[in-house]
């Protein structure tokens, strides 16, 4: 018997493959996505804004690397004893106005340039209510906990959010031309909007993301937020606020996206540098046994002749591991 629904995943005509550079952008569940596609050394940019929910948010950041803006002290304001930005996560926040600049501008370069020869831009949206601050009607990434007052809350209309995206999908295609976008929507339950209210902010996305895919060729849509709603679709799947997916979600959910969106090549790549990095994590209780000297030089050995073999993969920081470990635990 089937105990799980099965839904159709299509994949793209050009799969993602090991040596490409990926921008990911969007919600906190962008972070489980790009978090596991840096442990497997794909070389990745994630949320240079810090996490941003919203399309309008994201299409915003997205138009300020594409024109490296330069962000000055009048871009910031004073509260609860820090500089901050209200296109910005708190991460960038702090108390010296020119670290906090520097900061943003340092990363804002970064994301210029990352982006400029990006080959693959992941794009998860989390939710469709924007919020705008009442004396100018601008729209805020992060309210950065100032009083309720300050902001006025808006649900994005889908034609809002289609014409956010259409315009952004235009300029990212003039700045870089082989750049190729996968839209996700975040799965993680926006509770404090309501039950209904979440619903419905995410039926929005779901409406304007299709509609973009199916007017650009080089967008794609993979269904992350459908995999935990309507596959695993149970409560055990999610952590104990009921709200966030946990790790046997967010790792069934990666999984599938590596079934039907990474090369073959790149999927028997990806194992070997999974035991890589599981052997790096390895802590042994008998550091001088010979077993485990042993095992420091077989995997050093793999690491360096998988270097070798790509040098596209960054894998010093796991060969100096083992080579180190290696060369203390015969000292002592």
Not at 5 to 24: A, F, H, R, T, W
Not at 82 to 99: A, V, Y
Not at 218 to 243: C, K, T
Not at 248 to 263: D, H, L, M, N, R
Request: charge should be neutral.
């Amino acid at each position: 018997m089937n105990f799980m629904l099965d839904i159709n995943i299509k994949s793209p005509d050009v799969p993602v493959q090991y040596g490409e550079n990926i921008m990911l952008m969007g919600s906190c569940f962008t972070e489980h996505i790009g978090n596991r596609l840096e442990e497997l050394k794909f070389n990745t940019l994630q949320n240079s804004n810090g996490i941003l929910f919203d399309p309008v948010s994201v299409c915003r950041s997205l138009v300020s690397y594409i024109e490296n803006k330069k962000y000055t002290a009048d871009d910031l304001f004073y509260l609860n004893e820090l500089w901050q930005s209200w296109q910005h996560h708190s991460r960038f926040s702090g108390m010296d106005q020119q670290n906090v600049l520097a900061q943003i501008n340092a990363s804002q370069q970064k994301a210029h340039e990352f982006l400029k020869k990006a080959d693959w831009l992941i794009i998860t949206l989390g939710s469709s209510f924007s919020y705008r601050l009442v004396e100018n009607n601008d729209s805020v990434a992060n309210c950065h906990r100032a009083p309720a007052q300050t902001f006025r809350k808006h649900l994005l209309s889908i034609e809002e959010t289609v014409t956010s995206l259409d315009t952004t999908m235009h300029r990212l295609f003039h700045f870089n031309k082989k750049l190729k976008i996968i839209f996700t929507i975040s799965p993680v339950r926006h509770i404090r909007d309501g039950v209904v209210e979440n619903n419905r902010s995410k039926a929005r996305l779901l409406e304007a993301v299709h509609h973009m895919v199916n007017k650009f060729d080089r967008l794609h849509y993979f269904p992350a937020y459908e995999l935990v709603i309507d596959v695993l679709r149970d409560y055990r799947f999610y952590d104990v606020d009921m709200v966030h997916p946990n790790y046997p979600a967010t790792e069934f959910v990666f999984e599938k996206f590596a079934q039907y969106y990474f090369s073959d090549a790149s999927k028997e790549l990806m194992k070997e540098i999974r035991q890589i990095a599981i052997a790096r994590k390895h802590r042994s209780m008998q550091p001088a046994t010979n077993a485990h000297q042993q095992f420091l030089r077989t995997h050093f050995e793999k690491a360096q002749k998988l270097s070798a073999q790509h040098p596209f993969l960054d894998l010093s920081e796991e060969m100096e591991y083992f080579r180190g470990d290696t060369e203390t635990s015969l000292t002592k």
